[in-house]
């Protein structure tokens, strides 16, 4: 198949090019409309109880959503200002679609929006309002901020806008410079950045058609297209490389283009299938985030990987005659490698000894791992929502525009139950709505998210016994995500070990290997995940990225940190596998295989990690707490599994199981060397003739 798709590019590489840049135009103008189409409503996980309870009071209560409104002033109770604000108030009640708005000066400026809206006339009314809200002045404000409700996640979509602008803007520079290092030429430096700008149009195209029948996250923009940029990056660099050696040896272009394809190819799809599967233990979870982001990524995974074993065989086919071979002799090549995989392969225990310790106790934080909602805090504090966060901290009593625990009693409901659950909480209000149900709203003692409203959600739940009773709110909704968690996690796992042991089997043709890889890379992912926790939860260095500590992660950091570091690890452990499976075939020695192994993917692996590490650092300078998270954790996880992992623990632990690394049963045996798959070049090309001597 991939020889098929080879030959096809380089026999008509125009049109391969064509549709290439076809795609490009409906990725960068099509695609780009997902940017209106995000949305926050991250903890709504169908099914559970807090959803179906909101879904129910969403059928009954004609309330919508409200936004906020704080003006800050010298005296907010002098009269110009009141005047002021009573005149914007008056005008907000003759917004159509606006329901309620409360004295402005009895609680911060809420505007309900009426139920029952359309999307464009609630986006229209909220425009509407916090445009009259914004003109707000007088010489007495200094200041007014508007957010909440559906503006919040406008708001967020915006920032998620920007910070993928200006990531791509610092990270395709550094990322073009260091490929001029790596490859000492202009024409193979820019062809990476060609299959990534096909991965990023593919990014936003993927994300755009998921958004026609499922929500799409703030989250996603900044997730798929780091991913999308550094996955290209990565296969691209891995098949130039290839493609320079072959051309030592290979004067056709075309051929050297099908030799390449032979071999570094199957590496990437491969490569391509190990992340899509490892990110498709996202969709276990019924979380609409999670399985929309394990949809988003996995395509973007397959279109770099399409791009690479298409779009790349076109462009090489045209313009790789104009990429001179790779100049290093093999026996020189990565002679550093081929050291620290000698000295990691004799040293093998105690390498072990001091590696494994050193990353379990990085891994130590993870120990007290918790997440929560969080709430503007996670922004940078330029942003509008973070003002209107910070003025409300500042200015108005504690509890101020904390979303209470919502209690819901169904018809049925005894008396003594609904005064069981009033006295949990002092200040419970109560409201009626039709069909005798009524709504009790709890006070939750501290943030929405925070312990005590989640201990009060369980106490709820707990003193309801046979009632008909639910659960409604932020907090509601943060206990049945994590509870989601804890029930699906360990089903995910499952999902992605059984895809993964399958895939690596037939790559390798052995058992052992791919539980050496899970392990070896279980130990990379519990470090960085660990740092994130120490840095962001902890307070640890917040400051230094711009952070501070939370208290918490964001509920959507671990499983992304998770999924996306554990396919990159298994990026990394093929392109290392490949290369050792090739020595080990051609000599038959396994220590000698594993030396020359790394001596030959070495340089690729470390310089796909930096590139990795730039593309996700730049996405650290947004201030988004959660895309910090997950840059951090995504950086950390490249770099300690380029460096200690693949360079040390692999070589180490291959050393010590020797020949047993390629051990598998007969029967096993046997099928993988009927049906498994060769990762095999085609025999070296003939040299060509040389000029006889005169």
Not at 63 to 74: M, N, P, Q, R, Y
Not at 347 to 361: F, G, N, S, T
Not at 556 to 574: K, Q, R, S
Request: net charge negative; proline share 6%; hydrophobic share 50%.
């Amino acid at each position: 198949m991939l020889s098929t798709l080879a030959r096809a590019a380089t026999r008509r590489p125009l049109t391969v090019l064509l549709l290439w840049g076809l795609f490009l135009l409906l990725g960068f103008g099509l695609g780009t409309g997902v940017f209106g189409r995000l949305s926050d409503d991250v903890p709504d996980v169908p099914g559970t109880e807090s959803q179906i309870a909101a879904e129910h009071l969403d059928g009954l209560d004609p309330a919508g959503d409200s936004i906020t409104g704080v003006v800050e002033a010298a005296a907010v109770a002098d009269p110009a200002v009141r005047a002021e604000v009573r005149r914007a108030v008056a005008d907000l009640r003759e917004v159509a679609g606006v329901a309620e708005v409360p004295d402005p000066y009895a609680t911060p400026g809420l505007v309900v929006l009426e139920g029952g809206l359309d999307d464009d006339a609630e986006e229209a009314a909220v425009d509407d309002a916090a445009d009259r809200l914004h003109g707000i002045a007088g010489s007495e404000v200094s200041g007014v901020h508007v957010s909440g409700g559906p503006l919040l996640g406008k708001q967020l979509g915006e920032r998620a806008q920007e910070d993928v602008k200006n990531a791509e803007l610092i990270s395709l520079p550094v990322v073009l410079v260091l490929l001029l290092v790596v490859f000492g030429g202009l024409r193979a430096a820019g062809l990476p950045l060609l299959v990534a700008v096909a991965g990023i149009a593919g990014a936003f195209l993927a994300l755009f058609g998921f958004s026609q029948f499922t929500d799409i996250s703030v989250y996603a923009i900044q997730v798929t297209t780091m991913l999308g940029l550094g996955l290209a990056v990565d296969y691209a660099l891995l098949i130039l490389v290839r493609f320079r050696e072959e051309r030592r040896h290979t004067p056709d272009v075309a051929e050297a283009v099908h030799r390449t394809a032979a071999a570094a190819g199957r590496t990437v799809l491969f490569s391509g299938l190990t992340v899509a599967v490892s990110l498709a233990g996202l969709l276990v979870f019924p979380s609409t985030f999670l399985r929309s982001m394990g949809l988003a990524v996995a395509a973007v995974v397959v279109v770099d990987m399409l791009a690479a074993l298409t779009l790349l065989p076109a462009l090489l086919a045209r313009f790789g005659g104009r990429i001179p071979p790779a100049k290093v002799r093999p026996e020189e090549e990565g002679r550093l490698f081929g050291r620290i995989a000698r000295f990691a392969a004799r040293r093998r225990v105690a390498v072990l000894a001091v590696a494994v310790p050193a990353l379990l106790v990085l891994a130590l934080p993870v120990s007290g791992l918790t997440i929560n909602l969080g709430d503007a805090r996670q922004l940078p504090k330029d942003t509008e929502a973070r003002q209107l966060y910070d003025a409300i901290e500042a200015h108005f009593p504690p509890g101020t525009g904390v979303s209470p625990v919502t209690v819901v009693l169904r018809p049925g409901t005894d008396t003594a139950t609904a005064d069981r659950i009033r006295a949990l909480a002092p200040g419970t209000t109560a409201r009626d709505l039709s069909g005798g149900t009524t709504v009790l709203e709890l006070p939750p003692g501290g943030p929405a998210d925070g312990p005590a409203a989640t201990e009060l959600v369980e106490r709820v739940r707990e003193v309801r016994g046979d009632a008909p009773v639910q659960v409604t709110g932020g907090a509601a909704q943060l206990v049945d995500f994590r509870q989601m968690l804890a029930d699906r996690a360990p089903w995910a796992a499952l999902t992605v070990l059984a895809g993964i042991f399958l895939l690596l089997f037939a790559f390798t043709g052995s058992v052992l290997l791919p539980l050496r890889t899970v392990a070896t890379t279980l130990l990379s992912l519990g470090a960085a995940l660990g740092a994130v926790v120490w840095v962001f939860q902890d307070g640890h260095l917040a400051g230094l990225v711009g952070a501070e500590g939370l208290g918490a992660l964001s509920l959507t950091a671990p499983p992304l940190i998770i999924a996306i570091a554990f396919g990159l690890a298994m990026d990394y452990e093929l392109f290392i596998l490949a290369r050792m499976r090739e020595a080990r075939e051609a000599t038959g020695d396994d220590r000698e295989a594993v030396v020359t192994g790394l001596r030959r993917s070495g340089r690729v692996v470390t310089c796909a990690a930096l590139l990795l590490a730039v593309v996700f650092g730049a996405f650290m300078t947004g201030g988004f707490s959660p895309i910090l998270q997950i840059g951090l954790g995504l950086t950390l996880a490249v770099l300690i599994d380029a460096t200690v992992v693949r360079m040390l623990l692999v070589p180490a632990t291959m050393a010590l199981l020797g020949r047993r690394a390629w051990w598998a049963p007969k029967p096993l045996r046997r099928a993988h060397e009927r049906f498994g798959v060769r990762e095999e070049a085609p025999d070296p090309a003939p040299a060509p003739p040389q000029p006889a001597a005169r």
